[in-house]
Each structure stands twice: as C-alpha cells, then as structure tokens.
C-alpha cells in the first residue's frame, strides 16, 4: 500500500470548525473569556481544575473557556480577561504559545511549581542539554539495542531549550497559583474572585505546605 505525501493530507486541524448555533455562540461572548493551556508539566494541575466537579458548572455561567487543552483549539479566539497557564517553557512551541496567550490575555496567571520555578522537569538544568539528550538517546538502558543510537531531529519538531524556564523569565506573569498540583478549591477561589471583581488572593488554609 502507497503511503500519501503530507502535501496530499488533510490533517485534522484543517477540517473546518463544527458550525455552532449562533444563539449558543452569542451567549458565550457575554461571558467573561478565560484561555488556558499547559506548556512542559504532567497536565497534573489542568486536572485540578477539572477537580472543582459541579463547582466548575456554577463557574461556567459567568466564563467561557475558549482556547484550552480540553477544547485544541489552537490559538485564543477572542480577547480574554484570564489566562491560566501549567508547566516551564522547555521548547520554542512553548515560548510561541506563552507569548501568544501574554498578548491575549489581560491577567496572566502562573499555575503550580512548574510554572513557577520549572518544577520537575527543571532537574535537567543541572546537566547540559547535550548531556541529557545523550543520556535519554544514546546511553539510555531502555534504547532498542538493534537500532543505532539516534537523537531524533526533523525541522518539524520543536528546539528544545537549553533550560526549563518559569514563565515569568520569558514574559510579564501577574499572579501565582503555587502547589504540585494547587488543589481544585485553590483554583476555583481564584477564578471565582477575579470573574466577581474581587481582588486576587489565596487564603492558607486552603493552600499550605508547611
Ligand atoms: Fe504536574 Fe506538579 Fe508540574 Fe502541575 S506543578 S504540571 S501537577 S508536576
């Protein structure tokens, strides 16, 4: 069987969008526009999030969540006020994607230890990327011993960064939500402050660590 060229290919995110019903469509844009996405993390805190449960319903009568991992779609359709943001910046998709959500968004908000300060995936920085890619590829116990060691590379794949970067080391970052991941009240607290006019704050009772 012939395998078709990527030029003969339609991928699944040129097909057009499912047309929605206007009525449904101009309700949403009533609401207050919130995007979120996760750059290098576990998707551990976009769960949480998920965690509010029935919470999460009464939220969605005053938001709407456009650009998020839950909806893919690839680029913040409208103005938001709020944009959630999980994981460091490891690649150049991720610094792409951070600028593009701090041009759309008028509050930014840093969410969990690897937004913050890298988290996890920060342990390679104690080592060259050169080092890691060769521990991973070449050295690595797991490699298929039947093929040559191979460090993948193709023009279509993201560079990968020298470091794992917290966000506000590449781009203005106005609030922090810290946890590994914060719980889901610590978010909603957040959310429903800020869509309500109330001022950003996060009580300790609900988020503390000592
Ligand atoms: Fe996952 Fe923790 Fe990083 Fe959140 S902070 S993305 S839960 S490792």
Same mark, same amino acid.
Request: net charge negative; aromatic share 6%.
């Given at each position: 069987?012939?395998? $078709?060229?990527?030029? @003969?290919?339609?991928? !699944?995110?040129?097909?057009? =969008?499912?047309?929605?019903?206007?009525? &449904? %469509?101009?309700?949403?844009?009533?609401?207050?526009?919130?995007?979120?996405?996760?750059?290098?993390?576990?998707?551990?805190?976009?769960?949480?999030?998920?965690?509010?449960?029935?919470?999460?319903?009464?939220?969605?009568?005053?938001?709407?969540?456009?650009?998020?991992?839950?909806?893919?779609?690839?680029?913040?359709?409208?103005?938001?006020?709020?944009?959630?943001?999980?994981?460091?910046?490891?690649?150049?998709?991720?610094?792409?994607?951070?600028?593009?959500? $701090?041009?759309?968004? @008028?509050?930014?908000? !840093?969410?969990?230890?690897? =937004?913050?300060?890298?988290?996890?995936? &920060? %342990?390679?920085?104690?080592?060259?990327?050169?080092?890691?890619?060769?521990?991973?590829?070449?050295?690595?116990?797991?490699?298929?011993?039947?093929?040559?060691?191979?460090?993948?590379?193709?023009?279509?794949?993201?560079?990968?960064?020298?470091?794992?970067?917290?966000?506000?080391?590449?781009?203005?970052?106005?609030?922090?939500?810290?946890?590994?991941?914060?719980?889901?009240?610590?978010?909603?607290?957040?959310?429903?402050?800020?869509?309500?006019?109330?001022?950003?704050?996060?009580?300790?009772?609900?988020?503390?660590?000592?």
């Amino acid at each position: 069987m012939s395998r $078709r060229s990527p030029a @003969d290919t339609t991928f !699944a995110h040129d097909l057009p =969008a499912t047309p929605m019903d206007p009525a &449904a %469509m101009a309700a949403r844009e009533d609401k207050i526009q919130v995007a979120m996405i996760a750059l290098c993390g576990c998707w551990g805190c976009t769960l949480s999030l998920l965690d509010m449960d029935e919470d999460l319903l009464a939220l969605l009568q005053k938001v709407n969540i456009n650009r998020s991992s839950f909806t893919d779609i690839k680029k913040i359709p409208v103005r938001s006020a709020i944009g959630f943001v999980e994981g460091g910046v490891a690649n150049e998709e991720n610094i792409e994607t951070l600028e593009h959500f $701090r041009e759309n968004c @008028d509050v930014l908000i !840093a969410v969990g230890a690897c =937004a913050i300060w890298g988290g996890v995936p &920060a %342990m390679r920085n104690m080592t060259p990327l050169a080092g890691c890619l060769r521990e991973a590829y070449v050295d690595s116990v797991t490699r298929p011993v039947e093929q040559p060691p191979t460090i993948p590379y193709h023009p279509d794949i993201p560079r990968i960064t020298k470091q794992v970067y917290p966000l506000h080391e590449v781009v203005k970052i106005d609030y922090f939500i810290p946890g590994c991941p914060p719980g889901a009240q610590v978010i909603k607290t957040v959310l429903d402050d800020l869509v309500n006019g109330r001022p950003f704050g996060i009580p300790a009772a609900i988020n503390r660590y000592d």
